[in-house]
């Protein structure tokens, strides 16, 4: 059964029904986004939760000290980079105790050419986009990844999941988590209820068998 982590948290409110409803994962975006958090919100939705402890923190390209800044007032233990951070930077954040998910934007076989420079805690693929970092609502092609091993222990599967293609996509990969924003949204930022319960039922029945032919982004 993989982890579920609910991206692009805004408000207690839903971050409090993920949490009710079995999410693993609560991600809050401090980045340029739609769904960006500020440090205030975020420690008003940790605050909802004083039992929950698995908070994401997501930055792109950010400074060191910003970062962790950032997460010391919120008492962040996971990093999620998701830009062009480099391995030595990871390294830094994983010296210093942090759990740290590094994310890959998937286009091509190329995008994952530089995995194995990262001693991370965790992968996170997502969809390449010219024109977004992330919450396209698109999958990639997960054909490019069926086959690699790591998958199996150290990946969060994000890009384009949703109530209709999540136990295909855990089907077919099998990864440690999926990862969701865009997905069970009303609009960015606003979580739609039904989307996120069906979401999070439907990812936790597990792997179910296989299909006999691939599927692309089905």
């Keep these: 059964m993989p982890k579920v982590k609910i991206c692009g948290n ?3 409110e839903d971050a409090k029904l993920a949490a009710e409803w079995g999410a693993d994962y609560l991600g809050f975006i401090f980045a340029e986004s739609k769904r960006k ?3 205030v ?3 008003a939705v940790i605050d909802t939760l004083p039992h929950f402890e698995k908070f994401v923190g997501v930055f792109y390209n950010q400074p060191k000290s910003e970062v962790e800044s950032i997460a010391k ?3 962040l233990k996971i990093l999620q980079f998701h830009g062009e951070e480099t391995s030595l930077y990871c390294q830094a954040f994983m010296d ?5 998910i590094k994310t890959f934007r998937i286009k091509n076989e190329m995008s994952l050419k530089r995995i194995d420079e990262y001693n991370v805690s965790a992968y996170l693929f997502d969809t390449y986009a ?3 970092r992330g ?6 092609d997960w054909n490019l990844i069926q086959d690699r091993p790591f998958v199996h222990d150290k990946l969060f599967l994000a890009g384009g999941l949703n109530v209709n293609n999540v136990q295909t996509a855990i089907s077919l990969i099998r990864p440690f988590a999926v990862d969701v924003a865009s997905g069970v949204e009303k609009s960015p930022g606003r979580k739609d209820p039904d989307l996120l319960r069906q979401f999070i039922q439907i990812a ?3 792997v179910a068998t296989p299909p006999k032919e691939n599927i692309r982004n089905a």
């Design 204 to 206: 936790k029945r597990g």
């Design 73 to 75: 007032k919120l008492g």
């Design 96 to 100: 210093k105790g942090y759990e740290v």
């Design 37 to 39: 958090l500020d440090i």
């Design 130 to 132: 010219k024109e977004e």
């Design 10 to 12: 805004t408000n207690p």
């Design 41 to 43: 919100t975020a420690k």
């Design 135 to 140: 919450g396209t609502g698109i999958p990639f």
